[in-house]
């Protein structure tokens, strides 16, 4: 083993890691110093400095993407999560985080995303079927003494209402049953979340409502 070790170092160059990144950054930033690229927009933020910040996807790969304040005139629509664009710019490395993001210039919509789209497309289909239905909602209780809650147990959304609910209601017994929010197999882990809270036994006690809650993130 050390002998072939031996024959790797005497035959290629070792670099070091700031050598490995310089060249991946020139090679990019090279051969992409002008490209227009085409995907979904997620996670889209404005920045109070008037920086917008957005992941560009599809189905397969994301890129990291930026609008600088003074770079590009101003869209008639906002951005949002789930439209579908064209951008035109530069990719630029990040040597000291070891990423890469794009420089946009240009951008272009291209109306509703695929993952918009689906979910607009099942809103409609659930309220087609009337699961929406004033007449199907169960009344709240006016001083419930026991709330179940479905969501992240590392998320910004539990630690928001524990602080709330600690400071206005602190006689409420709370009880968490974590799933994951988001990605695949979230949305069957709430669905059994639920029914479990829903449904008394050994490791669960009624609850007097159950909710479920997320904080920000993908609109997957």
């Not at 310089?22 to 996670?43: C, D, H, M, P, Y």
């Not at 289909?125 to 969501?151: C, S, Y």
């Not at 209402?161 to 006689?171: S, T």
């Not at 949305?187 to 029914?195: D, F, L, P, T």
Request: glycine share 8%.
């Amino acid at each position: 083993m050390e002998q072939t070790l031996g024959f790797f170092q005497q035959t290629s160059k070792v670099l070091t890691v700031s050598e490995l990144t310089r060249s991946i950054r020139g090679t990019l930033e090279t051969k992409f110093a002008a490209v227009w690229v085409q995907g979904e927009i997620s996670n889209y933020r404005l920045h109070p400095s008037g920086h917008q910040y957005f992941t560009l996807k599809d189905q397969r790969a994301q890129i990291q993407c930026a609008i600088w304040r003074d770079t590009m005139a101003p869209l008639r629509r906002p951005l949002a999560d789930g439209a579908q664009v064209q951008v035109y710019g530069t990719v630029t490395v990040y040597e000291t985080r070891g990423q890469y993001q794009l420089n946009v210039q240009i951008l272009q919509p291209r109306g509703v995303g695929l993952l918009q789209a689906k979910f607009e497309a099942l809103k409609r289909k659930l309220e087609a079927e009337g699961l929406f239905a004033p007449e199907r909602k169960r009344p709240l209780p006016k001083f419930p003494q026991r709330i179940g809650i479905v969501t992240s147990p590392s998320g910004a959304a539990i630690r928001d209402m524990l602080n709330v609910l600690r400071r206005r209601a602190p006689w409420l017994q709370i009880l968490i049953n974590p799933v994951r929010v988001q990605g695949t197999g979230a949305a069957q882990e709430i669905a059994v979340a639920i029914r479990e809270l829903a449904t008394p036994n050994e490791a669960f006690a009624p609850v007097d409502l159950i909710v479920v809650t997320r904080g920000g993130g993908s609109i997957e």
